[in-house]
């Protein structure tokens, strides 16, 4: 009974121990998309500024916003807009729409495997295949065989982005099948000669990266960096930083400004992101 | 236990034994709370506050002083508290938002007869509906979208599949093993292998899942010779891992726990060990096996990990090679990205509530039969 | 087992040896199929493995095969569930002492009790995790905040302390079941001589009944402590981090744990092959982890049975 009571005693004491906040702390939540990125653009920061002390958790974009609300992050990445719900939220949290930051972009490939002979589609090309529309090769002037189709679970951001953008809003086709990651993606359309998949530009490493057409009469444009920043390149989308802007001053505005900066820049590239246009940044 | 009832009259017994016996409630108080804050986390979606709509009638923030209080506190889905806390400006920007989200609806959903509909009644939520650009009455998990179509049938599917595909591979191994380690294997044998099959359940489930995509997923693959590497058939073999060591454990101890008079009887009248282990000993024991069945359905249906790990798209498909997408999962896989409080939110907690009541009852009848079974072969009924 | 032998039918029963051969064959089929998950980690889990591995804390990418190492999970983890034994310990333990100390075997709070923690031993980890958030996040956190007038939400959130309340619940039943096997398992003579020279009926189970049943009791810990371990369900939701650059501090912080970061390197992977070996060698630590546990809990098991089957 003593050992019983001394373990409440320790509970009650652990308790007792109450979190706070110290000045020249900044939480980081949100969008695993963005996770990585994150954390480095933390560790070379806190490199150069020893007063200032930067944690990053993740746990999706949705669990980011709500940190936002309950005041429990400074920071929320999100890999998408904010919604309407979330910025409705905000407002009835802390009485101010939360501030928006683009912080980089990111570019979707489609990738196939390298035996097809295909080199280029149009996005709504790309969106029929994805929504069971096109189902042989050869009507997009391939080989006379099935598309399989991979893509990935429905709460990635990735996900959502490919489905409002290149789908334009419909379902994907049930025949789709979902990978749990965008490497399971790659590996799984390395193995197959018909398959179709998408993912980060950066990651589509020994597939091939379909030339992509805005539209019909627009040339096929290639997944490269430069395109990708240029705009030219039709499938990207931004990632964004969100913060209460009650809170955006002092050591939280510096860090936002720094990210912003060619600085905080250069460490986009090397997650396989891409670096916002000069004009975007700080 | 053989101590009689007594020393009341000592206030420090008495104490110690009312506090004794208000710890042993919790937990009754346990089971009670978590239905009570799992359903609760649901109900709005039971009163039907939830619309998930996509066009909308916005009310122009200019109208704002024409509406009654009550009024705009239902449309900006206030509380009381949250409404009488705030000054007219935060009202306006509430308003605002509310119009942008339907400024920021794309054009071609404007007219389409779907965005009118609200996804979170019951009849889309378990019936099938007729979408647009589909050619028939279909049923859909998309909950991301701009339409959010939250039916739910494809998911009970899924996990009536893997469940199935489970239990069908687990129970023959599993009873069959009992049998053999309670009546075959020598007393000696049985102090191995008993203990060994139980190490099984040690395997955390994360790992199961881990060897099921890595290794099992591919060596299966090439054995059947299907198309999609990650499906059902493998989400429910490696269900089965998790699910033999109990389906084993709890038959293994009805089976043994049958008297040893009707064994000793059978074999005195001339039966072989495998009549009398076939036609006296199971028999007698079939209630247990029975509930240990139902527990391990129980388990499996109720396993989130593996099946996360190993297939997850929401296919609507009774096919065991084609993917599948169980409750569980749904819940794992989509909490994170839900807006906290939002229709999604509560549907995942809603399917919590059902998933709950499912094995509640399951385990209850498990209970239940293994219950009757103790007092029948005591003697006592 | 002799008089067995003795009454066996001489003559050649292909039924008999037919079906015996089948349960053989599903006995041995489970027993290769957990040889096979063993034997399958441990060959490309020790390639991965060193000390460096065990005791490193990530600084920048935790798929990067070189730098890697799990030291904050396996802290995150060993917190977590120390932190539950604290609470799930004296409540199963009260639990078991009154369903077989005091409790009327027949009246119905013994039967609901009964009932409850059968149920509880059922719900499924999601349902747990789901609950967390509901019940100790949204409620007890958020009013704990509300309370204190904190300005941002500090219990209101997911924390480690939340965590591992969720698995305590979750665990309540094994160390219930497991306490009161081993209660049962002490003659009821030794409590009789207690009540018969003069002492109380607490004194009685503190003294004499409690420390005779600690194996049975550490056992119910042990396998507590080892299914918390290896399960991520139920703190998805509740406490745990993707990724944390230092240690938790307090009892309101997240925390890094081995069992979701096995989820994490084998889904979320940016090259599959490339993460193969870490990934593997982070399996090994978890499964040595649950495992020991779980070994050292079937040995005093059995050791308590033993003795069990003694006196019934």
Redesign the interface.
Same mark, same amino acid.
């Given at each position: 009974?003593k050992q019983?009571i001394k373990?409440?005693c320790?509970?009650a004491v !652990?308790?007792g121990?109450? &979190?706070?906040?110290s000045a020249g702390n900044i939480t980081v939540k949100g969008s695993?998309t963005l996770?990585?990125l994150a /954390?480095?653009w933390? +560790?070379n920061y806190m490199g150069s500024h020893a007063d200032v002390k930067?944690?990053?958790?993740?746990?999706?974009?949705?669990?980011g916003? @709500?940190?936002l /609300?309950?005041?429990?992050t400074d920071l929320c990445d999100a890999s998408r807009k904010a *919604? @309407?719900?979330?910025?409705?939220?905000c407002? *009835?949290a802390f009485? !101010?729409?939360p501030t928006e930051y683009k912080v980089a972009l990111d570019g979707l490939s489609v990738y196939v495997n390298p035996e097809s002979p295909l080199k280029e589609l149009t996005v709504a090309q790309v969106g029929d295949i994805f929504?069971g529309k096109t189902k042989n090769w050869k009507e997009v002037g391939g080989p006379d065989a099935p598309i399989?189709l991979y893509?990935r679970?429905?709460?990635?951001?990735t996900?959502?982005f490919f489905? +409002?953008h290149v789908l *334009?809003?419909?379902?994907?086709a &049930?025949? @789709? /099948?979902?990978?749990?990651?965008? &490497? &399971?993606i790659v590996? !799984?359309v390395l193995k197959d000669k018909y398959g179709i998949g998408y993912g980060g530009a950066a990651?589509g490493?020994g597939t091939k990266q379909l030339s992509i057409k805005k539209d019909d009469t627009s040339p096929a444009i290639d997944p490269t960096e430069n395109n990708v920043e240029s705009g030219t390149y039709p499938i990207w989308r931004y990632l964004y930083v969100y913060v209460n802007p009650a809170l955006d001053k002092g050591d939280i505005a510096a860090y936002l400004n720094w990210i912003r900066s060619d600085d905080g820049q250069k460490y986009v590239k090397e997650v396989?992101y891409f670096p916002l246009p000069k004009n975007l940044r700080n | 236990m053989g101590i009689h009832r007594g020393h009341q009259a000592r206030p420090v017994e008495w104490l110690a034994e009312k506090f004794i016996f208000l710890v042993s409630l919790s937990a009754i108080v346990m089971v009670f709370l978590i239905f009570l804050f799992v359903a609760r986390e649901a109900l709005p979606l039971f009163f039907g506050e939830t619309n998930t709509a996509l066009v909308q009638k916005p009310i122009p923030t200019a109208d704002l002083e024409k509406l009654s209080p009550a009024k705009l506190q239902q449309y900006l889905e206030l509380t009381p508290a949250q409404f009488a806390a705030m000054d007219k400006d935060t009202l306006k920007s509430l308003m605002d938002v509310k119009q942008e989200a339907q400024d920021e609806v794309p054009e071609e959903f404007r007219n389409d007869p779907d965005a009118r509909i609200n996804t979170t009644e019951w009849r889309y939520l378990v019936l099938p509906h007729q979408w647009n650009h589909y050619d028939k009455p279909e049923y859909i998990w998309q909950p991301v979208g701009q339409i959010q179509k939250y039916n739910i049938i494809p998911l009970l599917v899924g996990t009536l599949k893997t469940t199935l595909i489970g239990l069908l591979f687990a129970v023959p191994l599993s009873v069959g093993a009992a049998i053999y380690v309670s009546q075959m294997a020598r007393p000696k044998m049985r102090e191995i292998i008993k203990p060994t099959i139980e190490l099984l359940s040690g395997i955390p489930s994360v790992v199961v899942g881990f060897f099921a995509l890595l290794v099992m997923a591919t060596v299966l693959q090439k054995v059947f010779g299907y198309q999609t590497r990650l499906n059902a058939f493998v989400a429910g073999i490696a269900l089965g891992f998790a699910v033999i060591p109990v389906i084993f454990s709890i038959a293994e101890d009805a089976l043994t726990s049958v008297p040893r008079a009707y064994t000793q009887a059978a074999l005195a009248l001339g039966a072989s060990r495998w009549q009398t282990a076939w036609q006296i000993v199971l028999p007698a024991a079939l209630p247990g096996v029975f509930a240990a069945t139902v527990l391990g359905f129980g388990r499996a249906i109720g396993e989130t990990m593996i099946v996360l790990m190993v297939c997850s798209a929401s296919v609507m498909s009774w096919s065991i090679f084609d993917s599948a997408r169980s409750i569980t999962t749904t819940i794992a896989a989509e909490m994170a990205e839900a807006v906290s409080g939002g229709p999604h939110y509560r549907i995942l907690f809603m399917l919590g509530a059902l998933l709950f009541a499912v094995t509640f009852v399951s385990n209850m009848v498990a209970g239940a039969v293994i219950q009757r079974f103790k007092l029948k072969l005591e003697g006592k009924r | 087992m002799n008089a067995r032998k003795h009454f066996r039918a001489e003559k050649f029963d292909f039924a008999s040896f037919f079906f015996t051969g089948l349960t053989g064959l599903a006995t041995l089929l489970i027993l290769g199929i957990l040889a096979t998950i063993l034997i399958n980690i441990i060959a490309n889990g020790v390639r991965g493995f060193s000390w460096h591995f065990v005791s490193t804390i990530p600084k920048k990418d935790f798929f990067d095969v070189n730098t890697t190492g799990v030291l904050p999970m396996i802290v995150g983890t060993t917190i977590c569930v120390f932190v539950m034994t604290i609470f799930v310990l004296p409540v199963g333990v009260i639990t078991a002492i009154y369903l077989t100390e005091y409790a009327a075997n027949n009246s119905l709070v013994t039967k609901f009790i009964r009932a409850a923690v059968n149920n509880l031993a059922g719900v499924p980890s999601i349902v747990f995790g789901l609950f967390g958030l509901g019940f100790f996040i949204n409620f007890i956190g958020k009013n704990i905040d509300a309370v204190l007038h904190n300005p941002s939400a500090v219990w209101g959130q997911p924390a480690l302390i939340w965590a591992s309340l969720t698995l305590a619940i979750m665990t309540m039943p094994v160390v219930i079941v497991a306490t009161e096997e081993s209660l049962k398992a002490i003659p009821p003579g030794l409590r009789e001589a207690s009540l018969a020279l003069g002492a109380t009926k607490l004194e009685t189970i503190l003294r004499v009944v409690l420390p005779q049943a600690l194996p049975g009791i550490m056992t119910g810990g042990i396998l507590a402590v080892s299914r918390a371990a290896g399960e991520v369900a139920p703190i998805l939701f509740t406490g745990v981090a993707y990724y944390m650059a230092s240690l938790p501090h307090h009892v309101t912080d997240q925390f890094m744990d081995l069992g979701y970061h096995v989820f994490v390197l084998s889904t979320q992977s940016p090259n599959i092959e490339q993460t193969r070996p870490i990934l593997y060698a982070t399996v090994l630590v978890l499964l040595l982890l649950t495992f020991a546990l779980n070994l050292v809990a079937i040995v005093i098991r059995a050791r308590v049975r033993k003795k069990l089957r003694a006196l019934g």
């Amino acid at each position: 009974m003593k050992q019983f009571i001394k373990s409440f005693c320790v509970a009650a004491v !652990a308790v007792g121990i109450s &979190a706070s906040a110290s000045a020249g702390n900044i939480t980081v939540k949100g969008s695993d998309t963005l996770l990585i990125l994150a /954390q480095k653009w933390a +560790e070379n920061y806190m490199g150069s500024h020893a007063d200032v002390k930067i944690s990053v958790t993740g746990g999706g974009t949705g669990t980011g916003f @709500a940190a936002l /609300q309950n005041q429990t992050t400074d920071l929320c990445d999100a890999s998408r807009k904010a *919604k @309407a719900a979330e910025i409705a939220n905000c407002i *009835k949290a802390f009485n !101010a729409r939360p501030t928006e930051y683009k912080v980089a972009l990111d570019g979707l490939s489609v990738y196939v495997n390298p035996e097809s002979p295909l080199k280029e589609l149009t996005v709504a090309q790309v969106g029929d295949i994805f929504t069971g529309k096109t189902k042989n090769w050869k009507e997009v002037g391939g080989p006379d065989a099935p598309i399989t189709l991979y893509s990935r679970e429905n709460s990635s951001g990735t996900y959502e982005f490919f489905k +409002e953008h290149v789908l *334009k809003g419909h379902d994907f086709a &049930a025949s @789709a /099948q979902t990978m749990p990651g965008t &490497a &399971a993606i790659v590996q !799984a359309v390395l193995k197959d000669k018909y398959g179709i998949g998408y993912g980060g530009a950066a990651y589509g490493g020994g597939t091939k990266q379909l030339s992509i057409k805005k539209d019909d009469t627009s040339p096929a444009i290639d997944p490269t960096e430069n395109n990708v920043e240029s705009g030219t390149y039709p499938i990207w989308r931004y990632l964004y930083v969100y913060v209460n802007p009650a809170l955006d001053k002092g050591d939280i505005a510096a860090y936002l400004n720094w990210i912003r900066s060619d600085d905080g820049q250069k460490y986009v590239k090397e997650v396989g992101y891409f670096p916002l246009p000069k004009n975007l940044r700080n | 236990m053989g101590i009689h009832r007594g020393h009341q009259a000592r206030p420090v017994e008495w104490l110690a034994e009312k506090f004794i016996f208000l710890v042993s409630l919790s937990a009754i108080v346990m089971v009670f709370l978590i239905f009570l804050f799992v359903a609760r986390e649901a109900l709005p979606l039971f009163f039907g506050e939830t619309n998930t709509a996509l066009v909308q009638k916005p009310i122009p923030t200019a109208d704002l002083e024409k509406l009654s209080p009550a009024k705009l506190q239902q449309y900006l889905e206030l509380t009381p508290a949250q409404f009488a806390a705030m000054d007219k400006d935060t009202l306006k920007s509430l308003m605002d938002v509310k119009q942008e989200a339907q400024d920021e609806v794309p054009e071609e959903f404007r007219n389409d007869p779907d965005a009118r509909i609200n996804t979170t009644e019951w009849r889309y939520l378990v019936l099938p509906h007729q979408w647009n650009h589909y050619d028939k009455p279909e049923y859909i998990w998309q909950p991301v979208g701009q339409i959010q179509k939250y039916n739910i049938i494809p998911l009970l599917v899924g996990t009536l599949k893997t469940t199935l595909i489970g239990l069908l591979f687990a129970v023959p191994l599993s009873v069959g093993a009992a049998i053999y380690v309670s009546q075959m294997a020598r007393p000696k044998m049985r102090e191995i292998i008993k203990p060994t099959i139980e190490l099984l359940s040690g395997i955390p489930s994360v790992v199961v899942g881990f060897f099921a995509l890595l290794v099992m997923a591919t060596v299966l693959q090439k054995v059947f010779g299907y198309q999609t590497r990650l499906n059902a058939f493998v989400a429910g073999i490696a269900l089965g891992f998790a699910v033999i060591p109990v389906i084993f454990s709890i038959a293994e101890d009805a089976l043994t726990s049958v008297p040893r008079a009707y064994t000793q009887a059978a074999l005195a009248l001339g039966a072989s060990r495998w009549q009398t282990a076939w036609q006296i000993v199971l028999p007698a024991a079939l209630p247990g096996v029975f509930a240990a069945t139902v527990l391990g359905f129980g388990r499996a249906i109720g396993e989130t990990m593996i099946v996360l790990m190993v297939c997850s798209a929401s296919v609507m498909s009774w096919s065991i090679f084609d993917s599948a997408r169980s409750i569980t999962t749904t819940i794992a896989a989509e909490m994170a990205e839900a807006v906290s409080g939002g229709p999604h939110y509560r549907i995942l907690f809603m399917l919590g509530a059902l998933l709950f009541a499912v094995t509640f009852v399951s385990n209850m009848v498990a209970g239940a039969v293994i219950q009757r079974f103790k007092l029948k072969l005591e003697g006592k009924r | 087992m002799n008089a067995r032998k003795h009454f066996r039918a001489e003559k050649f029963d292909f039924a008999s040896f037919f079906f015996t051969g089948l349960t053989g064959l599903a006995t041995l089929l489970i027993l290769g199929i957990l040889a096979t998950i063993l034997i399958n980690i441990i060959a490309n889990g020790v390639r991965g493995f060193s000390w460096h591995f065990v005791s490193t804390i990530p600084k920048k990418d935790f798929f990067d095969v070189n730098t890697t190492g799990v030291l904050p999970m396996i802290v995150g983890t060993t917190i977590c569930v120390f932190v539950m034994t604290i609470f799930v310990l004296p409540v199963g333990v009260i639990t078991a002492i009154y369903l077989t100390e005091y409790a009327a075997n027949n009246s119905l709070v013994t039967k609901f009790i009964r009932a409850a923690v059968n149920n509880l031993a059922g719900v499924p980890s999601i349902v747990f995790g789901l609950f967390g958030l509901g019940f100790f996040i949204n409620f007890i956190g958020k009013n704990i905040d509300a309370v204190l007038h904190n300005p941002s939400a500090v219990w209101g959130q997911p924390a480690l302390i939340w965590a591992s309340l969720t698995l305590a619940i979750m665990t309540m039943p094994v160390v219930i079941v497991a306490t009161e096997e081993s209660l049962k398992a002490i003659p009821p003579g030794l409590r009789e001589a207690s009540l018969a020279l003069g002492a109380t009926k607490l004194e009685t189970i503190l003294r004499v009944v409690l420390p005779q049943a600690l194996p049975g009791i550490m056992t119910g810990g042990i396998l507590a402590v080892s299914r918390a371990a290896g399960e991520v369900a139920p703190i998805l939701f509740t406490g745990v981090a993707y990724y944390m650059a230092s240690l938790p501090h307090h009892v309101t912080d997240q925390f890094m744990d081995l069992g979701y970061h096995v989820f994490v390197l084998s889904t979320q992977s940016p090259n599959i092959e490339q993460t193969r070996p870490i990934l593997y060698a982070t399996v090994l630590v978890l499964l040595l982890l649950t495992f020991a546990l779980n070994l050292v809990a079937i040995v005093i098991r059995a050791r308590v049975r033993k003795k069990l089957r003694a006196l019934g």
